[in-house]
């Protein structure tokens, strides 16, 4: 099998120019699956240049919303076309799961269809009580361009989280997808020119963040960057992009609560408290990684956890039936088992797990389940990013409050209880953008997601998300005659 192999989409074609490239090996056999150009700063200022051109005398931001919403349902047609092809790249490249794959893709089809019909409700507001002779008119535009950057663990499903909705706007833009995983990204760049976006709208530039991710950021041709990523790496892109005072949207790291009351449907929250950590792989923002259960039910329950994640299936994620995948790469398949090994000498109590599987040429960690993890373990309080699950058990609503919102993060948490009085108190007094209830990682293209505390500010998907991508311009409008304010 011969690797695809990028050069950078710009201004509607792969410019094919002669290039070093990023080596992209698959995280489970460690052949190669793909070559991505390493871009350079005069690559990103080319594709800049090209959004701006269309941005500022193209076609796309003139059009009606009808027409921009025809072509994003084309997209979508394109892309569900193309639905296997995909798959097979973000399996490839991420070493996900391929039933977690078709999922991805599935949901970047929901997200444009979702995006069309959002273009065609762009609207404003009108003013019509400020007087007789006063009204004022707030008109929803375009923010411009955009810069799009995106971490590799859903690479299409996250960077469709925005584009079609920046498109949807008006918007043109340039995206630094994540260097490990850029392929979906260019594939759905062509898509989109295929379904007739005009040239330059959606441009893509790959290669390191350090290098084209800084460029992007400290380009002045940019409007509004929009980051998915660390928080590290999100506070660098706030700085960089202070320098032209360009507004910023971070959607960032996590450590979410999946938090089990004695009275929830025990079953599901089981299966609720698997997919919450180990759902692509552990690599996930929103992953339930910490579960606190009720102690009444606590030893039980744990022990149908550990039964279950024991017998979860780790390998090649082109089998149907695996369960978790491989570690995106080598540096980050060691971090995880150094959290593991963190984990057993602070005192925590390994029920299964803790290991890579051994022999194996990709970066396979088996499901891990700790208990018994107390709020000052290093396991408790950073992202693992992994297939490591911490329990904690509580005896009160008050008490689990304070252990969930004891954390830098604040993006998701989960709650299961029968009870709705628990759920809407516990909604209330959790300190996150989101929180879901006798569910998990669940979710749809109408929702909106956001962070709060280290996990970012602005939003995405839903008409808030949509909202991003707009700004608002306000018109006064005197009429008839107006009394001089000056005598002289
Ligand atoms: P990183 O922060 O390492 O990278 C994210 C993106 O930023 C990549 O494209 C990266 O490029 C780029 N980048 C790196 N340095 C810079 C820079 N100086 N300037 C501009 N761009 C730069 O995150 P990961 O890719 O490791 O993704 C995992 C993280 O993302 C986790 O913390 C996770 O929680 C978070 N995340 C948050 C989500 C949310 O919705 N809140 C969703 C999914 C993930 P390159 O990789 O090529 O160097």
Redesign the pocket.
Known sequence: MSARQYTHYIDGRFDGKETSYVDRNSPATGEMVARFASGEPADMDRAVAAARAAFDNGPWPQMSGMERAAMLNKYADLVHDNFDKLVRIEVEEVGKPIRFARGDIGGVVGLIRYAASLAMQMSGTTYTNLGAQKTALLMREPIGVVGL??????PAL?LMQKVPFALAAGCTVVV?????TSGSAFELAALATAAGIPEGVLNVVS????VV??A??QNPGIDFIS????????Q??IE?SAKNVVKTSM????KSANIVFADADLDAAVDGALMGVFFNNGEC?VSGSRLFVQSSVADEFVKRVAERSARLKVGNPFDEDTDIGAMIDEKHFSKVLAFVKSAVAEGAQLLTGGHAVEPSQGNFVQATVFDRVTPSMTIFKE?I?GPVLSVTRFETLDEVVGLANDSVYG?SNYVWSKNIDTVMTMAKKLKSGWVQANTIIDGAPQLP?T?VKG??FGY?MGQAGFEEFTQLKTLFIHTGPRQPVFSQ
Do not use: M
């Open positions: 950057i995106t971490p590799w663990n859903f996250i630094k997808p994540s260097e490990f290669g390191k963040g350090s991710g800084k992007l950021t980051f998915t990523g660390s928080t590290r790496t999100g660098t892109v960089d959607e960032l790291g996590g923002c992202e990013f993006l997601l962070g996990s970012g995405e």
